[in-house]
């Protein structure tokens, strides 16, 4: 059975960092894609990050780029959020994902989040 587990978030000052990770449990990542999403209270889940793999093959939304850094590490079968200079803004539960093939087809996995939040 394939489970996602989130860990690493925290509360933090605004200007300092965290690092999520995301294990992978009953399947290796095997250079899958992984994502990150984040959903704050009353807004809907917005894509955070993808890749992890290969430098140059991971992308950001606008509003991370240049301060959040998506990295895997395959011998840990693990990918990780490197967030630095949080702000307030990026207060949510952080989420990642991915696609495996299974039997029934392309099914979407999610870890159970982990709460970050960020005070001024």
């Known amino acids: 059975q394939v489970q996602l587990v989130d860990s690493g978030g925290g509360l933090v000052q605004a200007g300092g960092s965290l690092r999520l990770s995301c294990a992978a449990e009953?399947?290796?990542?095997?250079?899958?894609?992984v994502e990150w999403y984040r959903q704050a209270p009353g807004k809907e889940r917005e894509f955070v990050a993808a890749?992890?793999?290969?430098?140059?093959?991971?992308s950001y939304s606008d509003s991370v780029k240049g301060r959040f850094t998506i990295s895997g590490d395959n011998s840990e079968n693990t990918m990780y959020l490197q967030m630095n200079n949080l702000q307030p803004e990026d207060s949510a539960t952080y989420y990642c994902?991915?696609?495996?093939?299974?039997?029934?087809?392309?099914?979407?996995?999610w870890g159970q989040g982990t709460q970050v939040t960020v005070s001024s």
């Open positions: 890749g992890g793999w290969r430098v140059g093959s991971n």
């Open positions: 994902h991915v696609q495996f093939s299974t039997a029934y087809g392309l099914s979407d996995f």
């Open positions: 009953g399947r290796t990542f095997g250079g899958h894609t």
